[in-house]
């Protein structure tokens, strides 16, 4: 445990004095390339990698690789690739082969709560991939085992598929092999929310439950254990490479090898030491895995065993001579019971054994939730509420699940009659899950939306923890001394406070994590691609999308804005604004209404007044609103929401106005708050922009309308389009900052360099969502903004609030 602790310090220590070297390092080509640049690269084939829902395509992992540049003779060196195919290529572990494509930076996250691709690749040793389009194997050369191994699995897999339909044979590809390429996206959601997502990654619970079901075996067998117990470590060893060695499963499988070897020289098994060596082991060979969620989430949960479990049973059950007397005083009792009434005894107890095992695994539960808890809020933001009660009915089955499922994959290889009535058993096991996840998630609260907590709050989070189990020891050794010296009634006073302290303080920690509110104006122009998604929040605690969509990404609403809204832990959306209904600005919207439901609600969806109200568009989002319960209201020229100080004003359009563009009738918001200012403009062009100018030059209409003489911050409109934010309104509306929405490397050239060029003209800061991510603003005594990739923010330089 001290080596443990001494090498995460001294990594932490290391990336601290030399982070930037060693990322230079890593990251070999910045400066020499963009983003993309043309290679040929050589290396030798390390791993095949299915991806989820990708099975038009190959993925792998290259090592040892060698890399040149189209025009340059340098040869640079990776140690590992990742390597993307569009096309079914067949490949070995071992062959070397030599590619041609698209070399790229892996990207990273630009709004908070996003997935981060470069993260979780450079937690693997990777730092770029290749989008091949030629591929020649040089040499068929293959690596036995891992080609073996690789054999097996596909093999399995295609087991799996034959026998079993396609949503369950996904599941058991992921549970039993790692492979998530069939794996159901809506099973995998709905295992998460329902706290069981552990059961689809390979962990302790798989190779513990595999690992032991073969020493039974062996030892029914009558084979010595000199001869099982090195097969059982070979056989180990051989899962975790055919399921490619996840930290998880890496993890479970040195534990398990150091247990099997306890037993093979006559040594004692020590958990904790076990699980430091683990770790150790890991993070020599990935030092980055000490920031990736699987490392915290699998230490962590162990850690919580190990450590936690002890301290609850002592506070729920007793201490260890209390259990003690009160097992030899039920013995008795039960004997007697036994012995005179039979039937009702063997009930009894078979009702007390179970209770106990629930009990057992109820503490378990908690303890693992205690230690897991930061990791888990700070990576998804979001706990099951009933995943504690789900897992105590989903656990008890997995070791037959898991077992019938590795036998009906093995044997089915061979007989595949056989395989595939075992696999009936593990239809039916699954479609038990399922149903149990679906019934929980019909409660009220099956998903609780916490939002991200900082990192001051995890730190204090586990010193107060760690506090509360030093506490917790020597407070059980004040009750030890106590009852040495015969002070049964103050023992008993100890221990009491002891248990109460127990029970209560576990769950005021909690409070640690939840959100602190602000109480500041804040303004986030997120990173949607090509699009515009805004999200505002009032000093007053209010909630406001304006616009979300998106072009150029995928489920932008479901990947890109939900994301953000679970990490601030928003559970309601007072208002949810669509400017006009291109697709870029309602997409997103839409997804998310229709994912609305218990964990988040919305309150009232606002469309512009306009006369064609049966655009395609709105409609959508008209129809998916009624079907959400979703109240639907129209904003005009001169409609005002105030909020205290803040008070937020339509521009345009006017009410039942008929534009011949729907940018031309895009809803224009201008929101002001003490000194501060800001306008929103959608897509503002034409008739809608001449409305907008004839209201900002008029005097009369600006004091009507409580606008101010410049605005400090002004969201461009159009992405940044050439004809958008002409001369003559950047000279009304004189902003300080301008913040543009819009798609790294989109095709429409978008900002435009006339634009950029007005901007600079006219003095304002300028803000780009290609360049530095989700901008975010906070308005407090000063206005701070910031880009979610930039290191330090901007701040303006007078004081707004003195």
């Not at 963009?34 to 090592?63: F, M, N, W």
């Not at 306890?262 to 920031?291: H, M, W």
């Not at 007044?609 to 709105?618: F, I, L, M, S, T």
């Not at 979703?630 to 105030?642: C, E, H, R």
Request: charged fraction near 20%; glycine fraction near 8%; proline fraction near 3%.
């Amino acid at each position: 445990m001290w080596i443990l602790s001494g090498t995460i310090l001294l990594f932490l220590l290391y990336r601290t004095i030399a982070s930037e070297r060693d990322d230079a390092r890593y990251y070999c080509f910045q400066g020499i390339f963009e983003e993309q640049a043309r290679a040929h690269v050589t290396g030798c084939i390390d791993q095949i990698c299915p991806e989820q829902g990708r099975q038009d395509r190959t993925s792998c992992y290259l090592k040892d690789c060698r890399i040149r540049l189209d025009g340059q003779n340098t040869i640079y060196y990776q140690s590992k690739l990742y390597v993307v195919l569009n096309d079914k290529t067949v490949l070995h572990p071992g062959n070397t082969a030599s590619l041609t494509g698209s070399l790229q930076e892996i990207m990273t996250a630009t709004n908070p709560g996003m997935f981060d691709r470069r993260e979780y690749y450079k937690e693997k040793g990777v730092y770029y991939e290749l989008r091949a389009t030629t591929l020649q194997i040089t040499s068929s050369r293959t690596n036995p085992v891992k080609d073996l191994l690789y054999r097996l699995r596909n093999r399995m897999g295609e087991v799996y598929t034959t026998s079993l339909p396609a949503k369950e044979s996904g599941i058991v590809s992921a549970m039993i092999l790692g492979d998530k390429s069939l794996l159901d996206i809506d099973i995998r959601q709905l295992y998460q929310e329902s706290g069981i997502g552990h059961l689809l990654a390979i962990s302790g619970l798989h190779v513990s439950i595999l690992c032991m079901a073969l020493i039974r075996f062996f030892k029914h067998t009558g084979i010595s254990e000199r001869i099982f117990i090195p097969a059982g470590i070979g056989l180990v060893l051989a899962y975790g490479q055919m399921t490619d060695f996840s930290i998880s499963t890496s993890r479970a499988v040195i534990m398990m090898i150091l247990l099997l070897a306890a037993d093979l020289f006559e040594r004692t098994y020590d958990g904790k030491n076990s699980l430091a060596i683990a770790a150790v082991i890991i993070l020599l060979q990935k030092p980055f895995a000490l920031f990736s969620c699987s490392f915290l989430l699998s230490f962590g949960a162990m850690a919580g065993i190990y450590f936690i479990v002890p301290f609850l049973v002592q506070i729920w059950s007793g201490d260890s001579w209390q259990k003690h007397r009160k097992r030899r005083q039920r013995h008795f009792s039960d004997r007697e019971l036994c012995a005179n009434h039979p039937r009702i005894g063997a009930g009894i107890l078979f009702i007390r054994q179970r209770a106990s095992t629930a009990a057992g695994m109820l503490l378990i539960s908690s303890a693992i939730q205690l230690t897991t808890l930061p990791v888990i809020l700070y990576f998804f933001s979001e706990v099951p509420l009933y995943g504690i009660l789900i897992n105590l009915l989903v656990i008890p089955l997995a070791a037959l699940l898991v077992i019938l499922s590795f036998l009906g994959g093995l044997t089915g290889c061979i007989c595949p009659i056989f395989g595939t009535f075992l696999l009936s058993t593990v239809y039916w096991l699954l479609s038990l899950y399922e149903k149990l996840c679906q019934l929980f998630k019909r409660l009220p609260g099956h998903v609780l939306i916490l939002g991200r907590p900082a990192v001051w709050q995890i730190i204090l989070y586990y010193i107060l923890l760690c506090g509360l189990l030093l506490w917790m020891r020597r407070r059980s050794k004040q009750i030890d001394e106590l009852e040495y010296q015969h002070s049964a009634a103050l023992a008993t006073s100890v221990r009491r406070y002891r248990r109460l302290a127990g029970q209560v303080i576990p769950f005021v920690l909690i409070l640690v994590l939840l959100p602190v509110p602000s109480g500041s104006l804040e303004i986030v122009v997120l990173d949607v691609g090509q699009g515009d998604g805004i999200y505002l929040h009032t000093p007053s605690g209010q909630n406001i999308l304006v616009d979300g969509g998106s072009t150029s990404e995928n489920q932008v609403g479901k990947y890109r804005i939900l994301p953000f809204l679970k990490t601030r832990g928003i559970r309601y959306i007072n208002y949810m604004i669509a400017t006009h209904a291109d697709e870029d600005h309602i997409n997103g919207l839409a997804e998310l209404m229709q994912m609305s439901g218990d964990s988040y609600r919305i309150g009232t969806l606002l469309l512009p007044d306009v006369a064609d109200k049966a655009q395609e568009g709105y409609q959508l989002l008209i129809q998916t609103a009624q079907t959400k319960n979703i109240t639907v209201a129209y904003l005009s020229s001169g409609a005002n929401l105030t909020y205290g100080a803040l008070s937020l004003l339509c521009l345009n359009p006017p009410s039942g106005s008929g534009f011949s563009s729907a940018n031309d009738e895009s809803i224009v918001l201008s929101l002001r708050y003490n000194d501060f200012s800001c306008l929103l403009t959608g897509d503002l062009a034409g008739e809608g922009e001449e409305e907008v100018r004839r209201i900002l030059a008029s005097a009369s209409l600006r004091k009507a309308y409580n606008i101010p003489e410049h605005y400090t911050l002004l969201k461009i409109a159009h992405h940044g389009s050439k004809n958008s934010s002409d001369e003559e309104l950047l000279s009304l509306i004189r902003p300080e900052y301008a913040l543009i929405s819009c798609g790294r490397h989109n095709r429409y050239g978008h900002p435009h360099k006339e634009l950029l060029q007005r901007l600079k003209n006219c003095h304002a800061g300028i803000f780009r969502t290609d360049q530095s991510g989700a901008l975010t603003v906070t308005v407090k005594r000063r206005v701070t903004i910031r880009g979610y990739l930039d290191k330090t923010p901007s701040k303006l330089a007078r004081i707004l609030f003195p």
